[in-house]
């Protein structure tokens, strides 16, 4: 897998996956405005980050048919309506796999502004990262926070290791599923092409 | 002239002091032994067994590392190890228990190790092939990621060496000391591996150059 990721593995270019993924961005910038008047400022970045790696694609081709995939962009928004992090080992599971989720749509709006190039092994290892570490910063963050505004935090560190373990389960699980994805993609081109020009 | 010898001169003293540090491994290597701690000995081999690792990388790898990378490392895990024994002068209480800084020390020095490797590994990686990039700004933004997730499963580590410690009876080779402790430990995780982001990257293009090299030759040989 010694190529660029392509990012057209996550942009479609269809109108009712647009007019989908469009309605999403609206209600994801309703609830970024919303959290911010409520000073939830993870939430706030959460949803605004999911609504620009959204519509990235749409910005740099200025073309408003080509958006990520709206199930996928459904994913990213779980965290969303989950309503915290700690409630059950399920749902944190379910959190990780989607902020994995993501993290991989941020590779692709990165790759897409030219900011960023990464081969497909690469975007999997930093997306499994990305997810641990979120977990940490959560853990730093929601620790400062709870000492200096009272917010709510786990309680022992027994907690805080679930969360850990959550994350980390949901990171490799969702590290796993984007490379079954790719190797099956790149196959798949291998197969069309004929076997040129895609592992160069 | 004169300033090469000084150069000379303190790369000598570097190895020499990279040598009283192993020697003072196996001294508390001997220590542990002798009061039949399974952590004290635990800790001081395994710090042993990585400052071999330079040597090792040589021999069999050819990549040289200079003097002042293989101190850094030496001195990480030795203090480390250090820090496990019980001392005379603390009324034999560890430097991990007596003091509250020895922790929060060491975790900044091992995780400056961590991403010390991440960056040369990793930009090793970007100058042989064109389809990994990352600019200045964003590689500062990875590391700091890398040395978060690596401070996270480092932590689940210590919390289930621990469990399966409990389960089978036998003595718990890493401490966790609580919720505060492990929300410090990243922080403390992290000004390591930024200092090492911001301030250490230029040390490490040699060593980056040498596993570049490697990996040029590898996938000529194929």
Same mark, same amino acid.
């Given at each position: ?39 939830? @400022? ?5 949803? /605004?980050?999911?609504? @620009? ?39 944190? @599971? ?27 092994? @690469? $975007? ?5 990262? $990305? ?38 389960? /949901?990171?490799?699980? $969702? ?24 592992? /160069? | ?36 701690? %399974? ?15 330079? %040597? ?41 228990? %007596? ?97 090492? %982001? ?25």
């Amino acid at each position: 897998m010694s190529q660029q990721l392509p990012e057209e593995w996550f942009v479609r270019d269809s109108r009712i996956n647009a007019a989908i993924s469009w309605l999403l961005v609206i209600a994801l910038v309703v609830v970024a405005i919303t959290a911010l008047f409520e000073l939830l @400022f993870v939430r706030m970045a959460l949803a /605004a980050l999911a609504a @620009f790696v959204a519509i990235a694609p749409a910005l740099v081709s200025r073309a408003w048919t080509r958006t990520v995939p709206w199930p996928l962009l459904l994913i990213c928004t779980i965290p969303l309506s989950v309503g915290g992090i700690g409630l059950s080992f399920l749902a944190d @599971f379910v959190t990780g796999l989607s902020i994995a989720a993501l993290g991989m749509l941020v590779v692709v709006s990165l790759q897409l502004t030219g900011r960023v190039r990464m081969t497909p092994n @690469f $975007a999997v290892f930093f997306v499994v990262l $990305a997810t641990l570490a979120t977990a940490g910063f959560w853990a730093v963050g929601s620790a400062v926070s709870s000492q200096y505004l009272g917010t709510v935090f786990v309680e022992t560190n027994d907690d805080l290791m679930m969360i850990f373990t959550a994350a980390t389960l /949901a990171g490799f699980v $969702a590290g796993g599923l984007f490379r079954g994805y790719f190797r099956h993609r790149l196959r798949a081109n291998l197969d069309r092409i004929g076997g040129e020009g895609v592992s /160069a | 002239m004169s300033s090469r010898t000084k150069v000379l001169v303190s790369g000598r003293t570097q190895a020499a002091l990279v040598r009283l540090l192993q020697l003072m491994m196996v001294v508390l290597l001997g220590i542990g032994l002798y009061v039949g701690d %399974a952590s004290i000995m635990t800790n001081a081999t395994i710090g042993l067994l990585v400052t071999q690792l330079p %040597a090792v990388l040589e021999r069999k790898y050819e990549i040289t590392m200079n003097v002042g990378l293989v101190l850094w490392i030496t001195l990480a895990m030795s203090l480390h190890a250090l820090g496990t024994v019980p001392l005379p002068g603390l009324d034999f209480e560890s430097l991990y228990g %007596a003091t509250w800084w020895w922790d929060h020390m060491t975790h900044a020095l091992s995780s400056s190790l961590v991403v010390g490797s991440a960056y040369a590994i990793t930009r090793a990686f970007q100058e042989h092939t064109e389809h990994l990039h990352m600019g200045p700004k964003f590689t500062l933004v990875y590391l700091l990621i890398f040395v978060m997730a690596f401070g996270v499963f480092w932590e689940l580590i210590e919390f289930y060496v621990a469990i399966g410690a409990q389960v089978l009876g036998i003595p718990r080779v890493l401490t966790q000391y609580g919720l505060d402790d492990t929300v410090l430990d990243l922080v403390y995780n992290s000004i390591g591996g930024l200092l090492v %982001a911001i301030f250490g990257t230029t040390y490490l293009i040699g060593i980056s150059d040498q596993l570049r090299g490697r990996l040029e030759s590898g996938s000529t040989d194929r």
